[in-house]
C-alpha cells in the first residue's frame, strides 16, 4: 500500500512537472494549430538563464523565473513576427519546419553562450524531502508542480477571462471577421508567443534543479512535451495539466510495477494508443463535426 | 527551351556524370558521399510518394533504413546471408510494415498521423533494443567486412544504391503519371470527399506507403553493409527522418525530382558545413549555418528549389502572351445543358424506389440532429427537401453518403441496405452527391476533377495514364455542353462559383449515378447557370437517374419537383406536393420569422 | 517536375531528345574527366615525407557528448602542442585535423573517409564512445590505416578480427568489476554485504559490466535483491530510487554513463536511501559530479577509471599540470584517454621512425608503451592488457585505492555516510 502512495505520489508531482513544461507548446498548438518545434530549446535556454543567475548572483532558479519571463516574452515576440508569422502567410505547414530550424540556431547560440558542459541549479530544496509517515515528497518536485498549477490557473484566467480570450477565440474561429471588429489576428498571434515563451521561463527553471541539461538536451524535452499536448487534447491547458498528471502516473506505475526498461516508452505508447483510438485527445468531447455545413 | 527538354538534358547529363564518376576518380570521399547522398534521395522520393502526393507527412521514414539494416544485418551476421540478397528481405519486411502503418491512416490524418509516425520510430527502436537476443541489443550488430579488392572502392556499394535510386525516381514519376497519383492528390486535398467519389483511399494510401517504404527498406539494407555496424540510435534515427523530409521541402514537395534534388543540395552541404569548419565551437558554428539556411529556405523558397526554378525558368521563356483565364468563359454551344448518363441499376427493374431511408437517427451529444427521418425517392424522380437552417437536411445527406454513421435506422439504395456499408461501397452502388459550396480538388485540373471518380476498384486501371483518350474525349464532350471546353486544363480555381457548381455536378455525374444529391446546387449562382443547371437536372431525370435536392430557392424547387419532404428540427413534417406542403399549417409555422416565401409566385419557365 | 507534368502537351520529336541526350552524355564525361584529373592531380601529394605530419579524426563536438568529446579534443591539442615543442615526430610538425560528426555514426565515418582519402591524413586518432568507434575502426581497418581510440571498450569492436585497432586504456569494459569485486572479496566475511541491487543503464559500456559484477557477486553469496536496466532516454529515477530503497540492499552497483550517475543520486537522496556501499561507473570520476550530488555526499562513492590525476606513472604530474595550465582547469579522465592515445601513437612513430600504417600496428602489437595511464600493451585484438583502477571518493579527493601499485592511499573507506542535505 505505501509503495503504490508513493508511486502515485511520484508520478503525480513528475506529472505536474510534465504539464509545467508543455504549457507554451498548448498554447501554440491548441490556438494557433503551431507545433512549435522550439519548445524544448526555449526550455534548456531558460533553465541556463536561470542556471546563470543563480551561480553569478545566488538568485533562487524559481525567483530567476520570475525574473526572465519578461525578456522570454519579448523573445517570443520576436520570433513570431521575424519568423513565425511570415512563415504562416506562405504557408502554415511549413510552420513545423521553420521552429525546427529555429531549434537548431538556438541550440547552437546556446552552445557558444555556455560550452558543452552538464550543468544544473543546486537550492537548498534540491535534494531534500518533506516526510508524511513513511511517504517522502520531493520538495523540488512539489514546488515545481506548485509553480505549473500557478501557471495553468493564471493562463486560463487570461485566456477566459480578459480580452486577449475573446480576441483568442475569434481571431480563430473567424479571422476576417475577428478583423472587421478590430482584433488584429497578428497582434493575437504575438501576444499568444509571448505568453507561451515567457511560460517556458518556469518549465526552464524547473528542468535547472530537478535534472541537468546540455545544449542537445532539447532533444528530450521537444518529444515529452509534445506527448502531454497531444494526450491532453487541443490546447486544452487543463487537458494538457491531467495529460501531464496521467503520464507521469503512468510512467511512474510502469517503472514500480512492469519493468523500468519500458518506463521511457509509455509516452510514445499512449500517444500510439489515444491517437489511433481517440484522436481528438483524452479530455476533449467529440463534437458535431460536419456544423460547418 | 521548354522545361522538359532541359529537364531531360540535364537528367541524362546528370546521370551520365554519376554513372562515369567513379570509375574515372578513385576518390573515395566523394564515392561515399554520393552513396549518402543516394540513400537521402531514395529516403526523401519515397517519403514523398506518401507526404508530397498524399499529404501523409511522415516523420518517422528512419524506421524503415532501421527495418531493412538490421534484417539484413541480421542475416548477414548470423546466417551468412549476403548482404545483397538480405536487403531484399528487408525490402519485404518494410512492405509488410508499410501495409501495417497505413491501416493507422484510417483513423489519424494530418498533424496527428505526423505524431504516430513520430511515436512508431521511437516504439521500434526500443523494441530493437531490448530484443537484444536477435538484434544485439544495445552494443549493437558487427556486420562482416567487405570482402572484395580495394581496387573495387565502393562500386557494390556505389551502382545498386544508383540503381535503386533510378528505380524508385521512375516508379514515383510513374505513380504521379498514374490514375493512382491522381487519386492521391485528390486524398491529399480533399480525402472524405475522395472516398464520396468511389476511391477506395485505403487501398491508395496501402500502395503509396508500400512502395515509399519498401526502396528505402533496400536501401537500407545496402547501408547496414557500407557502415558494417548497427545500433538502433544510428538508424532508427529521428534526424535521418527529418533530413528525408527536409530534402522533399527543399527540393519541391509532390514532384517527381524535387526530393532528388533536395538530397542533392542538402547531404554534400551537410558534410561541407561538418567538415569545413574546424575548432571546438565547429559545431555550434555548423548547427547556425544548418539551422540559418533551412530557415532560408523556408522563407525564401517555400515551394522548393525545383519549382521556383522552373517558374523562374517559364517565366524568362514565355514569349507569347498567355490566354487571359476569361477567354471562353461563353454560353454553351448548345442551347440547352445535358449530360449522358447511363444510370447504375435502371436496366434492372424499371420502377421503384431508388432510395429508402427508414427511421434513421444521428444524435451529436444530447442533440437530435436527425430524428427518426422517413423519406424515399421513386426511381427516375427529382425529390425535393426543404426546411430551415439547421434542420438537419445536410446531416441527413452525410447520413445518407455515409460521411458519418447513423445511430439507427435503415437506409437501402435500389432495393439494398447501405447504412453499414462505407462512403466508397456505397458510391460504388450508385450514389453521387454534390456540396453546398462546392469541394473541387485544387491540385487536379478541371478534367482531372470531372474523371476522378471511381465506379469499382481495380488495380489495372490505378496504372492507367491520369486521363485517358477515351476519358478525355468524354469529359471534353461534358465540358462543352457547360460551355467550359475552354477550362478543361486549367485549375479549378480559375473557375467562378457557379462554374465550380457545375463542374462538381459533372465529377458526380462521371459515377453514373442511380441516385444523384444536390445541396442547394442553384445558391449564390448567376441566373443564366442557374438555368443551364435546371436544364441539366431535367435531362438527367429524362435519362432515368433519381435526384433528391436540398434548395431554399422554392420557385427553382417547384419547377423541377414532383414531390418535397420538409424538414424542422431533425424531423420530417410534411411531404407532399409544392402546393401541397405550402399550405401545411405546421410547415408555415417552422417557416415562421423566415424570409422565404413559400408561394411559389414566379416560377421559372 | 511541375504540375504541368501530367497534363498533355506537345513533345519534341524523339530524335531531337535522342540527339540532345547523347550531346549530354559527351558533355558529362568530359566534366567528369576534368574533375577527376583535378582531384588526381591532388592526390600527388600523398605519401609526403615532410612538411607537417597531419593526424585527422573526428569528434562529437556537438550533440548529446559534447562535453566530453570537448575534454577529449583539449587532451589531444594539449598532446599535439607538447609534441611539436620538443622537436615533432620523426622531424615533423604536428598538425591536428579535427572535423565534426555530432554523434552521427554515418556522418563520423564519412568524415574518416574524407581525412583518409581527400586529406589525405598521415595518421588517425579515434574518437569517443564506441557507437561511434565501431563503424570508424571499420573504414581504418578497410582501409589499412592504424587506429588508436581513446574510449569505445565494448566488446563487439574487439571480435572482428582488425590488426590495427588499439585501445589505449588499461583495459576494456570487460575489466571494470575486477578490482572491485577483490577488494569485497578481500574483507572478512562479516563485513562483507549481504544484499546487492544492481541498476544500469541500457548501454554498451555499462549494462555487460553490471552484468558481470552480478555473477560475480552472486557467487560470492551476495543475494540480487534488485535488478532492473534502464533506456537511455530515461530522465526521471525517483520511482527507481524508491524501489531500490525498497529493497534495502547494502550494496547498489549502478552501470551509469553520463548525467543519469547524478540523476540517480540525487534521487537516493531524496528518498533518503543511503546504501553502504556505493558503486557507480563513469558518473563519479567527472569534475561536476561533487557539486552536483552535493560535495559531502560524494564521500565513500566508488568508481573505476582508467586514468588517476594522482598516479605515479611517469609524464602524468605533468601533464595534469600542463593541461590545467593551458586550460584552466584540471584535465578529465576524457581529457587522460586522448593524451593517452597522442602518446602511444607517438611511441610507434618514433620506434619505427616512417609513417607505415603495417608497421607501426605490428611494433604496437609487440611491444609495452609507457603511458600516463601506466604500461600499456595489446592482445592481437587491440585489446589492452591492463588493469582498471578502482577510486574511491575520500573528503572530496577521487582517490584510488586499487590495485596496491597504483593506489594513493591505503585506506579504503567500506561504509558510506548517510547523505548531507
Known amino acids: 500500500m505505501t509503495e503504490l502512495l508513493q508511486t502515485l505520489i511520484f508520478g503525480a508531482l513528475i506529472g505536474g512537472v510534465y504539464a509545467l513544461m508543455a504549457t507554451g507548446l498548448t498554447l501554440t498548438f491548441g490556438v494557433m494549430k503551431i507545433v512549435n518545434m522550439t519548445q524544448g530549446a526555449l526550455l534548456v535556454l531558460s533553465a541556463y538563464l536561470c542556471y546563470s543567475l543563480w551561480v553569478h548572483f545566488g538568485i533562487d532558479p524559481i525567483l530567476g523565473a520570475f525574473l526572465i519571463t519578461a525578456p522570454m516574452g519579448l523573445l517570443g515576440v520576436a520570433l513570431y513576427k521575424l519568423v513565425i508569422e511570415r512563415v504562416q502567410r506562405i504557408d502554415h505547414g511549413l510552420t513545423i519546419v521553420a521552429t525546427f530550424a529555429l531549434a537548431m540556431i538556438a541550440e547552437g547560440l546556446i552552445a557558444l553562450a555556455w560550452g558543452p558542459n552538464t550543468r544544473a541549479t543546486t537550492p537548498p530544496y534540491f535534494n531534500r524531502s518533506f516526510r508524511i509517515g513513511s511517504l517522502v515528497v520531493p520538495q523540488a518536485q512539489l514546488y515545481a508542480c506548485l509553480l505549473a498549477i500557478g501557471v495553468t490557473v493564471v493562463l486560463q484566467l487570461v485566456i477566459k477571462r480578459s480580452w486577449l480570450g475573446y480576441a483568442i477565440t475569434a481571431a480563430s474561429e473567424n479571422p476576417e471577421g475577428a478583423r472587421l471588429v478590430g482584433v488584429e489576428p497578428v497582434r493575437v498571434g504575438a501576444w499568444i508567443f509571448a505568453i507561451s515563451v515567457a511560460s517556458t521561463a518556469f518549465g526552464g527553471a524547473a528542468l535547472s534543479f530537478l535534472f541537468q541539461f546540455v545544449p542537445d538536451s532539447q532533444d528530450v524535452w521537444i518529444g515529452l512535451t509534445l506527448s502531454v499536448v497531444i494526450l491532453g487534447g487541443l490546447g486544452s491547458l487543463a487537458g494538457a495539466f491531467a495529460a501531464g498528471l496521467l503520464l507521469g502516473v503512468a510512467e511512474a506505475m510502469t517503472t514500480t510495477y512492469v519493468s523500468v526498461r519500458w518506463a521511457t516508452a509509455v509516452p510514445t505508447l499512449m500517444i500510439l494508443i489515444v491517437l489511433t483510438i481517440r484522436p481528438q485527445g483524452l479530455f476533449t468531447r467529440a463534437t458535431r463535426q460536419d456544423l460547418a455545413t | ?605 | 517536375m511541375s504540375e504541368q507534368d501530367a497534363r498533355p502537351r506537345q513533345r519534341p520529336s524523339k530524335w531531337v531528345a535522342g540527339r540532345r541526350g547523347i550531346a549530354a552524355v559527351g558533355v558529362a564525361t568530359l566534366a567528369t574527366m576534368v574533375l577527376a584529373a583535378c582531384s588526381s592531380s591532388n592526390s600527388g601529394s600523398s605519401g609526403n615525407t615532410s612538411g607537417p605530419l597531419k593526424i585527422g579524426m573526428s569528434l562529437p563536438l556537438t550533440g548529446p557528448v559534447a562535453d566530453v568529446s570537448k575534454s577529449g579534443y583539449e587532451g589531444y591539442r594539449l598532446w599535439a602542442s607538447q609534441v611539436n615543442a620538443s622537436g615533432g615526430l620523426i622531424g615533423r610538425q604536428v598538425t591536428l585535423k579535427v572535423l565534426d560528426d555530432g554523434f552521427q555514426p554515418a556522418q563520423s565515418g564519412s568524415n574518416y573517409t574524407r581525412l583518409i582519402t581527400q586529406d589525405k591524413v598521415d595518421l588517425l586518432l579515434g574518437t569517443f564512445s564506441s557507437l561511434l568507434n565501431a563503424p570508424d575502426s571499420a573504414i581504418a581497418a578497410r582501409q589499412g590505416m592504424l587506429y588508436i581510440e581513446p574510449s569505445g571498450g565494448a566488446a563487439t569492436l574487439f571480435t572482428r578480427g582488425f590488426k590495427n585497432l588499439f585501445f589505449a586504456q588499461p583495459a576494456t569494459t570487460t575489466d571494470l568489476p575486477n578490482q572491485f569485486v577483490e577488494w569485497v572479496t578481500s574483507l572478512p566475511a562479516d563485513q562483507r554485504p549481504k544484499t546487492a541491487a544492481y541498476v544500469t543503464q541500457d548501454d554498451p559500456s555499462a549494462s555487460p559490466a553490471v552484468a558481470i559484477f552480478k555473477t560475480k557477486l552472486e557467487a560470492l553469496g551476495i543475494r540480487t535483491v534488485y535488478n532492473e536496466t534502464y533506456a537511455p532516454e530515461e530522465s526521471n529515477f525517483d520511482t527507481i530510487a524508491a524501489a531500490v530503497s525498497h529493497a534495502s540492499p547494502e550494496l547498489v552497483i549502478h552501470g551509469a554513463v553520463a548525467t543519469d550517475g547524478v540523476q540517480f543520486v540525487r534521487s537516493l537522496e531524496k528518498v533518503s536511501f543511503s546504501p553502504k556501499m556505493l558503486f557507480q561507473t563513469k558518473s563519479p570520476s567527472d569534475e561536476t559530479y561533487p557539486s552536483a550530488i552535493g560535495t559531502k555526499n560524494a564521500q565513500a562513492v566508488f568508481t573505476s577509471v582508467a586514468w588517476s590525476p594522482q598516479a605515479k606513472y611517469p609524464g602524468n604530474a605533468e601533464f595534469v599540470a600542463a593541461y590545467t595550465k593551458m586550460f584552466g582547469h584540471a584535465p578529465s579522465e576524457d581529457a587522460a584517454n586522448s593524451y593517452t592515445a597522442g602518446q602511444v601513437l607517438a611511441a610507434a612513430v618514433k620506434a619505427v621512425g616512417r609513417i607505415d600504417q603495417k608497421a607501426l600496428a605490428d611494433w604496437l602489437h609487440s611491444h609495452t608503451v609507457d603511458t600516463i595511464v601506466g604500461p600499456l600493451k595489446w592482445d592481437s585484438t587491440g585489446v589492452p592488457q591492463g588493469t582498471m583502477l578502482l577510486a574511491q571518493w575520500q573528503n572530496g579527493t577521487l582517490q584510488i585505492v586499487a590495485p596496491k601499485s597504483a593506489a594513493t592511499t591505503q585506506e579504503v573507506l567500506n561504509l558510506k555516510p548517510a547523505w548531507a542535505s
Open chain 2, 1 to 605: 527551351m521548354r522545361v522538359t527538354i532541359l529537364r531531360r538534358t540535364l537528367v541524362v547529363a546528370a546521370l551520365a556524370v554519376l554513372i562515369a564518376y567513379p570509375i574515372v576518380s578513385n576518390d573515395l570521399y566523394y564515392q561515399n558521399l554520393l552513396i549518402l547522398t543516394f540513400m537521402l534521395a531514395i529516403g526523401a522520393s519515397g517519403w514523398n510518394i506518401m507526404g508530397g502526393y498524399a499529404g501523409y507527412i511522415s516523420l518517422g521514414n528512419s524506421v524503415f533504413i532501421g527495418l531493412g539494416a538490421y534484417t539484413t544485418g541480421i542475416l548477414a551476421a548470423k546466417h551468412g546471408v549476403s548482404p545483397f540478397l538480405g536487403c531484399l528481405v528487408g525490402g519485404l519486411v518494410c512492405a509488410i510494415a508499410a501495409a501495417l502503418l497505413s491501416l493507422v491512416t484510417r483513423r489519424t490524418r494530418g498533424m496527428y498521423f505526423v505524431i504516430v509516425t513520430f511515436a512508431v520510430l521511437q516504439l521500434l527502436a526500443l523494441v530493437t533494443t531490448t530484443w537484444s537476443s536477435l538484434t544485439g541489443g544495445s552494443p549493437g550488430l558487427a556486420l562482416p567486412l567487405p570482402t572484395w579488392s580495394l581496387d573495387y572502392q565502393n562500386w557494390p556499394f556505389y551502382y545498386p544504391l544508383l540503381g535503386l535510386l533510378v528505380l524508385t525516381v521512375a516508379v514515383s514519376a510513374l505513380v504521379r503519371r498514374s490514375k493512382l497519383g491522381l487519386g492521391l492528390f485528390a486524398i491529399q486535398d480533399d480525402e472524405d470527399k475522395a472516398t464520396g467519389l468511389g476511391l477506395r483511399t485505403a487501398v491508395y494510401k496501402m500502395i503509396a506507403f508500400v512502395l515509399g517504404g519498401t526502396f528505402i527498406g533496400i536501401a537500407g539494407g545496402i547501408y547496414a553493409y557500407y557502415v558494417t555496424f548497427l545500433n538502433t540510435g544510428a538508424v532508427f534515427d529521428i534526424v535521418a527522418s527529418v533530413l528525408m523530409v527536409l530534402a522533399a521541402l527543399l527540393g519541391g514537395r509532390g514532384t517527381v525530382w524535387g526530393p532528388v534534388v533536395g538530397a542533392f543540395i542538402l547531404e554534400p552541404l551537410a558534410n561541407f558545413t561538418s567538415t569545413g569548419i574546424g575548432g571546438a565551437n565547429s559545431g555550434a558554428i555548423r548547427l547556425l549555418i544548418f539551422g540559418g539556411l533551412l530557415l532560408a529556405v523556408v522563407l525564401f523558397l517555400p515551394r522548393g528549389v525545383l519549382p521556383t526554378a522552373t517558374s523562374l525558368w517559364q517565366r524568362a521563356m514565355a514569349r507569347r502572351s498567355r490566354p487571359s483565364p476569361d477567354e471562353g468563359a461563353g454560353p454553351a454551344q448548345r442551347s440547352s445543358a445535358s449530360i449522358s448518363v447511363s444510370p447504375r441499376g435502371s436496366d434492372v427493374d424499371g420502377g421503384g424506389r431508388v432510395l429508402e431511408v427508414h427511421d434513421v437517427v444521428k444524435t451529436f451529444g444530447g442533440l437530435h440532429a436527425v430524428d427518426g427521418v422517413d423519406l424515399a425517392v421513386e426511381r427516375g424522380s427529382i425529390t425535393g427537401l426543404i426546411g430551415p437552417n439547421g434542420s438537419g437536411k445536410t446531416t441527413l445527406f452525410n447520413l445518407i453518403d455515409g460521411t458519418v454513421a447513423a445511430r439507427s435506422g435503415h437506409i437501402a439504395l435500389g432495393g439494398k441496405r447501405i447504412d453499414r456499408s462505407g462512403r466508397a461501397t456505397r458510391a460504388h452502388a450508385g450514389l453521387a452527391r454534390t456540396y453546398q459550396l462546392p469541394r473541387l480538388f485544387p491540385s487536379l485540373t478541371v478534367i482531372e476533377n470531372i474523371v476522378l471518380p471511381e465506379r469499382r476498384l481495380s488495380f489495372t486501371r490505378l496504372w492507367r495514364k491520369r486521363v485517358t483518350s477515351p476519358e478525355r474525349q468524354r469529359a471534353i464532350a461534358v465540358l462543352e455542353s457547360l460551355g467550359l471546353a475552354n477550362f478543361a486544363d486549367t485549375s479549378p480555381a480559375d473557375l467562378s462559383y457557379g462554374q465550380r457548381k457545375l463542374v462538381e455536378l459533372a465529377q458526380a455525374l462521371w459515377l453514373d449515378p442511380a441516385l444523384i444529391m444536390l445541396d442547394e446546387p442553384a445558391a449564390g449562382i448567376s441566373p443564366a447557370l442557374s438555368q443551364r443547371l435546371a436544364d441539366l437536372i431535367r435531362s438527367l431525370h429524362s435519362q432515368g437517374v433519381g435526384i433528391l435536392l436540398v434548395e431554399h430557392d422554392l420557385a427553382f424547387l417547384s419547377s423541377l419537383c414532383q414531390h418535397v419532404y420538409v424538414m424542422a428540427n431533425g424531423k420530417i413534417i410534411a411531404n407532399g406536393s409544392v402546393a401541397e406542403v405550402s399550405a401545411d399549417r405546421a410547415v408555415v409555422d417552422a417557416y415562421l420569422g423566415d424570409d422565404v416565401a413559400l408561394a411559389p409566385a414566379e416560377v421559372h419557365a
